[in-house]
């Protein structure tokens, strides 16, 4: 088995679609200038992005007339505005997937292209400039020129899919949703207007309130991502729920066998939510206050987090009783009801004491423990994948066992990096950053 840390081959990267000049530099090739390519996944942003670290030591633009009326010769720098826009197309060869692809590996162009956000400068010389390319996919730069003004009024799963599937005239963004296996049903109704708000960000206003239609008891919260498969949209206990996609090993693993390319190279544990709840001193509960626009009524309630079966680790949830209710945050919300209907509604809309508390301190829990780590790259990774991670124990009695019990287990992949550059053994890495809501190897459901 081939060492996934070794750097990976590009086999094109390049601008084609210039059209400055019919005939004649329709297409700049890159490959020469190559430092490193950064492509980038987190449960946190509805869509995928990537950075190009370039090296520029000559003329290879053609410059349009807007920018020289002889339409000479210019930088990557000088012609920034002529490339804003353009595609970037992109084909890395590695072991670690099989494609289409000659060699296999990650490809972005044509049918998935990158568009060129900006060009900013990292470096300047005599002699060279080093750029950095901001990459993002066209329905990113579309979003951000689209205003959502029409009411959404059916379950929330549909009206994400509206949203993503529906014209830009009507405040969509007109792109293929892709397979529905990869959208969580829910079973809450909401009627949301878009209020001229950017379709993604109505999308992960709705995600935040989404109860999920499975498994039957499943905590409100969902997340909306988009990985190398597509656009996803997940309930975290969902999430935790699926059987682990791959198994990492901390030390104690040769460099020159099968289970070489699953080490974890490095890693640092950084601190936790559940900490920062416990410093303000009222643990994992919070007050929820709403009034009733139509008696005019106020209802206060305490709410703290429950363990709904649903964990990473082997440890159920376990929270702060808050005895008084000055000491914990409160959330206020006003009762609304259902305007997505022809003539007046004393229907609910998606009742917010319902899923308000506890989407967010599920979304907290799922944060107790964060830790970044580094392996070999690995390209069948995904954001939202559950993989097994296995840190030697630090003791002079093997008879104890191999692994940290409270530090291994199960993780949630949050964000996800593959970084690629000339650098010998180094070349290709995939960076995470990991998380769970409890220690321990072994889950509720274990034996």
């Known amino acids: 088995m081939s060492n996934w840390s070794n750097p990976a081959t590009i086999t094109q990267l390049s601008i084609d679609d210039l059209n400055i000049t019919t005939g004649e530099n329709e297409k700049i090739e890159l490959l020469g ?3 490193q390519f950064e492509y980038f ?3 946190l942003s509805p869509y995928t992005t990537a950075n190009l670290l370039f090296i520029d030591t000559g003329y290879a633009v053609l410059a349009g007339a807007q920018e020289d009326l002889q339409e000479r010769l210019g930088t990557m720098r000088s012609s920034t505005e002529t490339l804003k826009g353009k595609t970037l197309t992109v084909k890395i060869s590695h072991p670690s997937k099989e494609s289409g692809i000659e060699g296999d590996g990650l490809e972005f162009s044509a049918d998935n292209p990158w568009k060129i956000l900006d060009i900013p400068l990292v470096l300047d ?3 060279v400039e080093v750029l950095t390319f901001k990459l993002r996919p066209q329905y990113a730069i579309n979003n951000e020129k689209t205003k959502a ?3 959404y009024v059916n379950k929330i799963r549909d009206n994400i899919i509206d949203l993503i599937a529906g ?3 009507d405040g969509g963004l007109g792109i293929n949703p892709g397979g529905m296996e990869r959208y969580d049903d829910t079973v809450n109704k909401c009627t949301e207007s878009g209020q001229g708000r950017k379709p993604f960000d109505v999308i992960i206003s709705l995600a935040r309130q989404a109860i999920p239609a499975i498994p039957a008891n499943a905590k409100p919260g969902c997340f909306f991502f988009e990985t190398q498969d597509g656009f996803n949209f997940k309930g975290i206990d969902n999430l935790i729920n699926q059987p682990s996609a791959f198994a990492y090993v901390s030390g104690g693993t040769a460099t020159f066998c099968e289970g070489s390319n699953f080490r974890i190279l490095e890693y ?9 709840f416990k410093s303000f001193n009222y643990g994992e509960a919070m007050n929820h206050t709403t009034f009733d626009p139509i008696t005019f009524t106020w209802k206060e309630t305490l709410k703290v ?6 964990n990473l680790g082997g440890n159920s949830l376990q929270t702060e009783i808050v005895e008084e209710m000055v000491n914990a945050p409160t959330y206020f919300d006003l009762q609304g009801f259902d305007s997505g209907n022809v003539g007046i509604s004393s229907e609910i809309n998606n009742n917010p004491e319902i899923w308000r508390v506890q989407a967010l301190t599920r979304y907290n829990s799922l944060l107790n423990k964060i830790i970044d780590i580094v392996v070999p790259c690995n390209l069948e990774l995904r954001v939202g994948q559950v993989i097994d991670c296995a840190w030697m124990k630090k003791t002079a009695k093997p008879e104890q066992g191999a692994s940290d019990e409270k530090l291994s287990g199960r993780y949630l992949i949050m964000h996800l990096s593959h970084k690629f550059n000339g650098t010998g053994q ?3 890495l995939t960076h995470m950053t990991i998380v769970r809501d409890t220690d321990g190897i072994y889950s509720s459901g274990d034996n």
């Open 426 to 428: 180094t070349g290709s």
């Open 167 to 169: 014209s830009p005239e």
């Open 268 to 276: 640092q544990v950084k601190s936790s939510m559940r900490d920062l």
């Open 305 to 310: 987090v429950e363990d709904g079966g649903f």
């Open 41 to 43: 996944e987190s449960l």
């Open 149 to 151: 003004y029409k009411t």
């Open 33 to 35: 200038g190559f430092l």
């Open 125 to 127: 010389s005599d002699k």
